[in-house]
């Protein structure tokens, strides 16, 4: 009878022990599988501006021809000349003042009484300052041969924050910049020498759980010789 209680009581630790740990795997991971969880981030859908040297000239718009052709200089600021004309002295003129006439006038006082005025203060105005964006970038680049571009995406419910890569190579094995932020829009810089493809993509996270990759953009970048 004693070996079957303890046998008993035996199973019931066990059981609690088990349970105990399988609640534990539960609370870390959170309900659901990491296939579901991810599953649950819509896919974003981006776009980018036209890519824009910004090597040694700075912000200064790439002009490039068709096909590859050398980057047009910006043009030289034209001088100009600047007349100033200057007024004749005028001719000494002479003013007679007739002496003014006295006139006495006196008039009875009235007293008038203003009723007194209510002010009634507004409302103070609610404002509401929206969070700073926060970004991190790997792989930006300057100097010779630079060329940035403005990549936007589409937000996504439940998201709170958003990864984009940027790659010469279709498959993503090394991107060349990548990068997460808060906000729906990040400057993307590589350099491009010569006419270069950049493919970009995006997708969104929340904490450790990230949504698929945005349909890929194929870009054409370059060449941008300064």
Do not use: H, I
């Amino acid at each position: 009878m004693r070996r079957l209680a303890v046998t008993a009581v035996a199973a019931v630790v066990g059981l609690l022990v088990a349970g105990g740990v399988a609640l534990a795997a539960w609370a870390s991971s959170g309900p659901g599988t990491a296939t579901a969880r991810a599953g649950t981030l819509g896919t974003t859908t981006a776009s980018a501006t036209a890519w824009v040297c910004t090597g040694l000239l700075g912000s200064a718009t790439a002009k490039f021809a068709t096909g590859g052709g050398v980057e047009a200089l910006p043009a030289l600021p034209q001088a100009t000349t600047t007349t100033t004309a200057t007024a004749r002295p005028l001719a000494a003129t002479t003013t007679t003042t007739p002496a003014p006439s006295t006139t006495t006038t006196t008039t009875a006082p009235v007293t008038t009484t203003a009723p007194a005025a209510t002010t009634t203060a507004a409302a103070a105005p609610t404002t509401t300052t929206p969070a700073t964006p926060t970004s991190t970038t790997t792989g930006a680049v300057s100097g010779v041969g630079t060329v940035a571009s403005t990549l936007s995406w589409t937000a996504v419910t439940g998201a709170t924050s958003y990864q984009f890569q940027a790659a010469t190579t279709a498959d993503f094995a090394a991107p060349v910049a990548s990068g997460t932020t808060t906000a729906t829009s990040n400057t993307v810089t590589v350099r491009a020498l010569t006419k270069t493809t950049v493919s970009l993509r995006v997708r969104a996270a929340a904490g450790a759980w990230t949504g698929a990759w945005s349909p890929v953009l194929t870009t054409s970048a370059g060449p941008c010789l300064l």
